[in-house]
């Protein structure tokens, strides 16, 4: 832990953080957004889960304490939609939602590959709870991804996107019942899908290259 900078520490501490607390949630047949959203208290389980947090990662839970005061305005601070909105999410980069009983690597798997929307960011919230809500109905793929208000270097420019993942991009059948649900969903201008291949190789779109296997 002493290797990570101390001013990226909070942020460091705060995506693990999240990541435990939806599982912690999901366990309990719980969804932070849903809770988040419709305004349910789950402030004694987020002291429970911090607390464990805390004893298993004592110099992260002090780094999160230093930058907001104290535990009270962390959950208050996930209350007003940090974690769980991207367009309220500056601590991260990234915020996922896998769809039910699918394992959190299964997006890393080389055969899985994605459908990419991307958005201005006044547009992103709303095309997020959709595409998050159908991944949770089952009705979309394995997982979605969105990016966050976080200014991201790695960024070609200001759009934020939506990641939404298949298992199996040999699988064309499924990739396009995906992509039709989408259009269902209101999602009808051309995207792509890139494979997770291209993602490992550092493939990425340039002038005159293309590296998206599907476009619909």
Known sequence: MSSI??????????????HLLNRDLQD?????????????DFHDQFLQLFKRFSEDYPELGD????????VENVYELICQGEGVMPGKTFTMHWIVQDAPDVHPDAIEDELAGKWLIFLPPEEIDAA??????ATCRNELGIS??????RPNPDSRDNRKV?????????DE??????????????????IGYKRNIETYKGEYSEKGKKVTFYSA
Do not use: H
Request: charged share 30%.
């Open 162 to 170: 939506i990641y939404v993942y298949t298992p199996d991009w040999r």
């Open 28 to 40: 309990r047949g719980l969804l932070l957004f849903s809770l988040v959203e419709n305004r349910i």
């Open 63 to 70: 780094a999160l304490q230093r930058k907001y005061g104290n």
């Open 128 to 133: 997020w709870i959709q595409v998050r809500d």
């Open 173 to 190: 059948g499924d990739v396009m019942r995906v992509r039709e649900r989408l259009r269902e969903l209101g999602f009808t201008d051309r």
């Open 5 to 18: 900078d101390p001013d990226t520490l909070p942020d460091v501490a705060c995506g693990l953080l999240f």
């Open 144 to 149: 979605a991804k969105v990016s966050t208000a």
